[in-house]
């Protein structure tokens, strides 16, 4: 994929830059799709729990397979890779020769007619998006979509582009050094699952969504500066010009943050 600049017949497409989807396909499986309701940041009681949330228009969300753990060995064929509403990668529909299919994140060299497995053994001739075992992958190797806890499904390095690497094995706690995307590394155990390669739509983190609209339509909403309110809607409020007056930042609510301002 790549990025793709409009010409701007509008202010808004001056900046623009998102990432071509126009080779993803648009068909998805209807019994694998279930609804989302719109939510808008209230309860049930009409209170406003999310300070920045709002509506957004209405999206299929799309039940991935976050376990992996069925039709172990047998390949699966990619039939298409499609667009998630709800995720900043994309994600591919596989079809076991079981003849079940399901939806799992797409890797970055991932493409209509690859075959990925879903290991529990060691083997010599595993490719990218194939799933397995920390204890089988090779020194140096980036992986994606990583199990934290055994059986509660993928929680790490699930985002566009990212990855985390393999960096040694101790073998008498049972134990993976891992770097993850952020640079930081932790121990995961080896009998825990990732996936090989890399996460897909790397190119994400370089668009420019070019207006405020698209923020909107994903359910954020404006962020307003202390300094920019009266002072019965904020501490920060008031006063000339952008300056608080305060010596500690305070919340909306006036609580201090753990820090002091020396």
């Known amino acids: 994929m790549f990025l793709k600049k409009s010409i701007p017949f509008t202010p808004s497409m001056r900046f623009t830059s998102l990432v071509d989807k126009r080779l993803l396909s648009n068909y998805k499986i209807k019994f694998i799709n279930s609804m989302h309701l719109k939510q808008n940041g209230i309860n049930n009681e009409g209170k406003k ?61 991932l493409f209509c007619g690859s075959l990925v497995f879903n290991r529990n053994n060691t083997v010599f001739n595993f490719s990218e998006g194939d799933h397995l075992f920390l204890k089988n992958i090779p020194f140096g190797m ?9 059986n ?9 582009g990212t990855y985390c690497q393999f960096i040694n094995k101790i073998d008498d706690t049972n134990k993976a050094l891992v770097r993850l995307p952020s640079g930081k590394r932790i121990y995961i155990s080896l009998l825990l699952r990732g996936t090989l390669g890399t996460a897909s739509n790397i190119k994400h983190r370089y668009e420019n969504i070019g207006k405020a609209g698209r923020n909107r339509n994903k359910g954020i909403r404006p962020t307003v500066r202390g300094v920019a309110m009266n002072p019965v809607d904020h501490p920060h409020g008031g006063g000339e010009g952008k300056k608080s007056g305060r010596s500690c930042p305070f919340s909306p609510w006036r609580k201090q943050p753990f820090f002091k301002k020396k």
Do not use: M, Q, W
């Open 142 to 150: 980036f992986f994606f979509n990583i199990e934290r806890i055994n």
């Open 49 to 109: 729990t999310v300070r920045h949330k709002g509506g957004f228009k209405k999206k299929k969300y799309i039940n991935l397979d976050f376990f992996r753990d069925s039709n172990i060995n047998i390949p699966h064929k990619v039939i298409n890779i499609c667009y998630d509403a709800y995720r900043s990668s994309f994600i591919a529909l596989i079809c076991s020769f079981n003849g079940v299919y399901s939806y799992i994140l797409s890797s970055r060299g």
């Open 152 to 160: 509660l499904g993928f929680s790490l390095s699930k985002s566009a």
